[in-house]
C-alpha cells in the first residue's frame, strides 16, 4: 500500500470525528445510540477518501448492519483512487456501554492494509493472549496459565507476583481468574473494551503486562494491526461460544476451525499497516474529547509498519470551530 503517511493524516481524522459524536452522546446511557452516531461520523468521513477501501471487519456481515458492514466499499466514489484496494478493519465505538455510561476507556478505531492484509475475521469470541515486545515468542495459548505466566515474567526480568493481567469481568473466565490468582499474579478487572486494554498490554510502561482471555474476534484482529506496529505479540484462537458459530467461519472461508492457533502476523498479514484510535471517555491510553465553548480537545494514536519501520505518535488536538485545528502537542 502506497502513501502510508499520507493515508494516516485522512483516518486520523475518520477515528476523531466518529469520536466527537460518540462523546456528544456519553453518559445518556443509550449505547445503540451512541454506536450509531459513531458510525454514521466515521463513514461519512471515509467517503471523503480517495481509495478503493473495503471493510473487512466491520459492524455486521451484509444485510445485518446498515452502514459499515463486512463487505461494504467505502472512499470517494467518484474521481482518481489515489489509495487503491485498502482492507479496513473498523470499531467505531468500542467500549458502547462504556459510552453510555460515562466510564473509563471508550475509544473510536480503525486499521488498514493493502488488500489480503488483515484476516476478515466473523463476528464471534475469540481467546486471546497479548503481551508486550519484551516476552515476543514467549507466549502458548495451548499451555497452563502458569506457565504463561511464569514465561512472561521470566520476558520482564520480575517475579509472578509482580505482574498485572488483564481480564474481562465475565462468568466465562471464572477459571482464569482462578488459575491467575492461584499463580500469584495480580489481576485487574475490566467490564468492556478488551482492545483498549491489548494495546495497553503492547505498549511500554502501561503496569500492564498481559491480557488473558475469550473476547471478540473483530477486536482481536484490529490489535493485532496495533502489536504489528508496537512490536508487541500475541496468539489466539477462535472461541465457539453459541449454535452456528462453526457454520459461519465456514461460510466466510476460515480454515482450521477452532482449534487452529493464530499468531499476530495471522491475523494482521499485511506488509504495510495503519492503526488510528481516537479516545471518546478517557482512559489509561488515550484522553476523552473534551468539550468548551467553540470547540473541543481531542486524544489520539497514529501507528504504521512498512518493511522500513514502524512509528507511533500520540497527538493532542484543540480544535476551535468552525476549522482550525492547533496540534498542541505529538511525540
Do not use: W
Not at 23 to 30: E, I
Not at 96 to 116: D, M, P, Q, R
Request: proline fraction near 4%; glycine fraction near 12%; aromatic fraction near 6%.
Amino acid at each position: 500500500m502506497q502513501f502510508v503517511d499520507e493515508l494516516s493524516v485522512h483516518f486520523l481524522r475518520v477515528v476523531e470525528a466518529a469520536a466527537i459524536e460518540a462523546a456528544k452522546t456519553m453518559g445518556q446511557g443509550d449505547r445503540k445510540f451512541s454506536d450509531h452516531k459513531a458510525v454514521e461520523a466515521m463513514r461519512r468521513e471515509m467517503d471523503q477518501i480517495e481509495m478503493d477501501g473495503t471493510i473487512v471487519i466491520g459492524e455486521g456481515e451484509r444485510d445485518e448492519a446498515p452502514m459499515l458492514f463486512i463487505g461494504e466499499k467505502v472512499g470517494k466514489k467518484n474521481g482518481k483512487r489515489q489509495f487503491p484496494k485498502v482492507d479496513i478493519a473498523v470499531d467505531p465505538l468500542e467500549g458502547t456501554n462504556l459510552c453510555a455510561t460515562g466510564t473509563e476507556n471508550a475509544i473510536s478505531v480503525l486499521a488498514a492494509s493493502e488488500e489480503g492484509g488483515l484476516l476478515n475475521a466473523p463476528d464471534i469470541y475469540m481467546n486471546k493472549i497479548i503481551v508486550g515486545p519484551s516476552n515476543k515468542g514467549n507466549i502458548d495459548i495451548n499451555a497452563p496459565v502458569e506457565y504463561n505466566l511464569k514465561s512472561i515474567a521470566r520476558g520482564l526480568d520480575r517475579d509472578v507476583e509482580d505482574l498485572v493481567i488483564i481480564v474481562l469481568n465475565r462468568e466465562r473466565h471464572s477459571q482464569l481468574i482462578a488459575d491467575i490468582r492461584k499463580a500469584g499474579a495480580r489481576i485487574k478487572l475490566i467490564g468492556d473494551g478488551d482492545l483498549s486494554a491489548g494495546i495497553s498490554a503492547a505498549l511500554r510502561g502501561t503496569g500492564v503486562h498481559a491480557v488473558m482471555g475469550v473476547g471478540g474476534a473483530p477486536e482481536g484482529v484490529l490489535t493485532a494491526a496495533a502489536c504489528r506496529c508496537l512490536n508487541g505479540d500475541m496468539q489466539a484462537k477462535l472461541f465457539p461460544f453459541k449454535k452456528g458459530d462453526e457454520e459461519r467461519i465456514k461460510r466466510m472461508g476460515i480454515q482450521g476451525g477452532f482449534e487452529k492457533v493464530y499468531s499476530v502476523d495471522d491475523l494482521a498479514p499485511g506488509q504495510n499497516i495503519v492503526f488510528a484510535a481516537t479516545g471518546v471517555t478517557s482512559g489509561n491510553l488515550l484522553k476523552g474529547i473534551r468539550f468548551f465553548g467553540g470547540g473541543y480537545r481531542a486524544n489520539s494514536v497514529i501507528m504504521t509498519y512498512t518493511p522500513h519501520g514502524k512509528t507511533v505518535k500520540f497527538i493532542e488536538d484543540i480544535v476551535l470551530e468552525p476549522a482550525t485545528t492547533i496540534p498542541v502537542s505529538m511525540f
